[in-house]
């Protein structure tokens, strides 16, 4: 690579969750002797940071990486996240990428990326990063790392694995890059993190503490957070449900609603105490999500009409429902009874169909005025996520991408909500 006046350009593909799009803003924040584009044919560098929550996850990466053989430009391939600790030694020894390196060394990036030779650098599995991210490259909204890793270990999942035990970011670390944001303009901050529940442990702290210490922020309007578990939300949590700056949308994940699959999947969760509490939360106004996993091994016909006799039960507007997909190394993948691929992707069907007439209804009898933050335009129409975290298509002559409004009238359609402003 030359290094000249004209610093090479570097292109970041991201893969998997909101943890993953925070760790790409942490590697561009400390790029320093490189240009990032948003074009990848005319990127000199792609770097691919991976998820490997699914053996599906890395058949994706591993065929954008196989895409990236027709760009004219022919870049150097640098692989990182969750997938250098399951497939990295097979892609690196493969010639599949230049080079790898782990979660810990993202903010080496610079100095990594100046190296030419093939490297594999995988770190550890107990760092804390400590940048301070300024900027949110094409979005409105924050995403605030305050975790990393998990000390649960249920059947299915690798993710404690490849990202660690459970460990907290300081918050005088949180609040620095909440402030550093809130001044930048930023208004809503999305908690995220392997287990944000977990927040404090160990370190004489919660989620509800650093919750109300964020709140004070000038600037400060709206704060969300990813998946929690149903036994992180406790009183001290609940004390805080009503407070202004909460987001009026939880996402808990239940993963299923059979208290067998529950026991099956090493879940901590009980189906009448999960129900419990969204009754709580949906007397709050409080629209809900949950992640729900289909056709793990073991779910059975009754089992599955138990959870859908269950499930009808519960106040959910949202859900990110999966087919199970196995990933070795994990229990599951080892797990007799397989359902079949033909009767996961009809009771997916059933699952999803049941949330989207709840969220339908949601919106439909919902009175309350959205307040809306307005992400982008497309196609002559303003789209926004409102506090329940529901989409809304606005029209209007005003240019309002970066701003907050207040709808009063709206109609419920079929998968979004429809204003004029």
Request: proline share 2%.
């Amino acid at each position: 690579m030359n290094f000249t006046n004209t610093k090479p350009k570097v292109y970041f593909k991201t893969f998997g969750c909101r943890t993953n799009v925070f760790d790409t803003q942490v590697m561009m924040s400390n790029l320093k002797d490189f240009e990032i584009t948003q074009d990848e044919k005319s990127a000199n560098v792609v770097v691919i940071n991976s998820c490997t929550v699914t053996n599906s996850a890395d058949s994706t990466a591993r065929g954008y990486i196989n895409s990236l053989n027709k760009l004219p430009n022919k870049p150097r391939v640098v692989f990182t996240g969750c997938g250098v600790w399951t497939k990295g030694e097979t892609l690196f020894k493969e010639d599949k990428v230049d080079s790898l390196f782990g979660h810990s060394e993202k903010e080496n990036i610079n100095e990594l990326l100046k190296n030419e030779e093939r490297f594999f650098n995988a770190g550890d599995l107990e760092h804390i990063d400590e940048t301070i991210v300024e900027e949110f490259v094409g979005k409105s909204r924050a995403f605030i790392k305050i975790q990393e890793g998990c000390d649960f270990r249920c059947s299915y999942c690798i993710i404690p694995y490849v990202r660690g035990d459970a460990r907290s970011y300081s918050e005088d670390k949180i609040l620095e890059q909440i402030t550093t944001l809130a001044s930048n303009g930023f208004g809503e901050f999305i908690l995220t993190g392997t287990n944000v529940g977990s927040y404090g442990k160990k370190k004489h702290t919660s989620l509800a503490k650093l919750l109300k210490k964020i709140s004070l922020i000038k600037g400060v309007r709206r704060i969300r957070m990813g998946s929690i578990e149903p036994i992180q939300i406790d009183d001290e949590f609940k004390e805080i449900i009503d407070e202004p700056f909460m987001a009026r949308h939880l996402h808990i994940a239940l993963q299923h609603t059979s208290k067998k699959m529950l026991e099956i999947m090493n879940r901590r969760n009980k189906v009448l105490k999960d129900l419990e509490l969204f009754e709580f939360l949906k007397d709050k106004g409080y629209a809900l999500g949950t992640d729900f996993i289909v056709g793990h091994p073991g779910e059975t016909d009754e089992l599955w009409k138990e959870a859908i006799e269950n499930l009808h039960k519960f106040p959910l507007t949202h859900v990110h429902a999966f087919t199970y997909s196995k990933r070795d190394g994990t229990p599951s993948a080892t797990m007799k009874e397989q359902v079949k691929g033909d009767i996961s992707k009809a009771r997916y069907n059933e699952l999803v169909s049941i949330i989207d007439e709840k969220n339908f209804n949601f919106r439909k009898n919902n009175k309350t005025t959205l307040e809306v933050l307005i992400e982008q335009e497309k196609n002559g129409k303003y789209i926004g996520l409102d506090q329940y975290f529901n989409q809304i298509e606005i029209q209007s002559n005003a240019d309002l991408v970066g701003d907050w409004v207040f709808i009063e009238n709206y109609e419920a359609k079929d998968k979004i909500n429809v204003a004029k402003f």
